[in-house]
């Protein structure tokens, strides 16, 4: 049988992140470039207020339709499908809204994903699998196979796991 | 840490078999009694055209709006939470509509299982937990714990798992 890889959607598959940068530059009073964002985390740069302010779009419907893809993922993604059984695995049950949204996302950007391989879930500890790529350190330290962090600015920090930076890397990792 | 068990929705939790039934019924030249439907399955009743027809009801929106619940399984599943972490592991990938209602479905009739312990999915082996009940042998065949068939009229004729017939006896064997 070959090894299983569970890879998550929200900084991994899709630049979630950068989708709450142009909503934050968007907005009224923004305080900080592009640059700015991408180097440290919205936890980091904006008060309590501006930070409610900003994540309550992802309550909103539509939010997860038109998030970008996450530069090489769909390129590596299918070169690992060949070596491996991939499925992904989203936190999609915190936000009800987006499980239409995200089952239709991933059937426009990754029509070779068979529905059998896509999981809805909150709880990541419950996947029986060899591999999982993950941008929270929480959903790692649950999982009992082997967890790759992908790099985001909100794990900027976080030293306890082997960390890959680019679609690019996961494909150095594991192929 | 508590033992896992994963149950699924479709003629575990939710009478979806009984949803079909009162469909067939309700239709234009139903062949059969209720009491017949109960005792064997679709598959042996119908003939492929009505088998067809039936089925892809499946597909209209609010299928899985209000199948009722099976008996006994709000109880059973109340009193399983105290022993074991209980997730609900539901194959709803296959038909994006039911996966909204579903959600909504688990929030009305059982509001004390957490968004954190609903899964959907597709392929059930990538569950790693102690126990899935479940009413698909193909479902059990290739889960890595132990498996309890729930007895339904299309499984009525399987012997390689071991059956319950109803929600006191899914407590009867694991309380």
Same mark, same amino acid.
């Given at each position: 049988?070959?090894?299983?890889?569970?890879?998550?959607?929200?900084?991994?598959? +899709?630049?979630?992140?950068?989708?709450?940068?142009?909503?934050?530059?968007?907005?009224?009073?923004?305080?900080?470039?592009?640059?700015?964002?991408?180097?440290?985390?919205?936890?980091?740069?904006?008060?309590?207020?501006?930070?409610?302010?900003?994540?309550?779009?992802?309550?909103?419907? #539509?939010?997860?339709?038109?998030?970008?893809?996450?530069?090489?993922? %769909?390129?590596?993604? !299918?070169?690992?499908?060949?070596?491996?059984?991939?499925?992904?695995?989203?936190?999609?049950?915190?936000?009800?809204?987006?499980?239409?949204?995200?089952?239709?996302?991933?059937?426009?950007?990754?029509?070779?994903?068979?529905?059998?391989?896509?999981?809805?879930? #909150?709880?990541?500890?419950?996947?029986? !699998?060899?591999?999982?790529?993950?941008?929270?350190?929480?959903?790692?330290?649950?999982?009992?196979? %082997? #967890?790759?962090?992908?790099?985001?600015?909100?794990?900027?920090?976080?030293? +306890?796991?082997?960390?890959?930076?680019?679609? %690019?890397?996961?494909?150095?990792?594991?192929?």
């Amino acid at each position: 049988m070959k090894q299983r890889i569970a890879i998550d959607m929200d900084d991994v598959m +899709a630049d979630t992140y950068g989708k709450f940068a142009d909503l934050y530059l968007q907005g009224e009073t923004p305080r900080y470039t592009l640059d700015e964002l991408r180097e440290k985390s919205f936890h980091e740069l904006l008060d309590e207020t501006e930070f409610k302010i900003l994540f309550k779009n992802v309550y909103a419907p #539509g939010f997860f339709s038109n998030i970008a893809v996450m530069e090489g993922a %769909q390129e590596t993604i !299918a070169r690992l499908m060949e070596r491996y059984d991939v499925f992904v695995a989203t936190a999609a049950m915190e936000f009800p809204n987006s499980l239409r949204e995200k089952y239709d996302w991933l059937a426009k950007h990754f029509p070779y994903i068979h529905w059998r391989n896509i999981i809805f879930l #909150g709880d990541k500890s419950i996947l029986g !699998a060899e591999y999982l790529i993950d941008d929270l350190p929480r959903n790692l330290k649950t999982f009992s196979g %082997q #967890g790759l962090l992908f790099s985001a600015p909100h794990n900027r920090d976080e030293t +306890a796991y082997q960390r890959v930076n680019s679609w %690019q890397e996961v494909g150095e990792r594991l192929l």
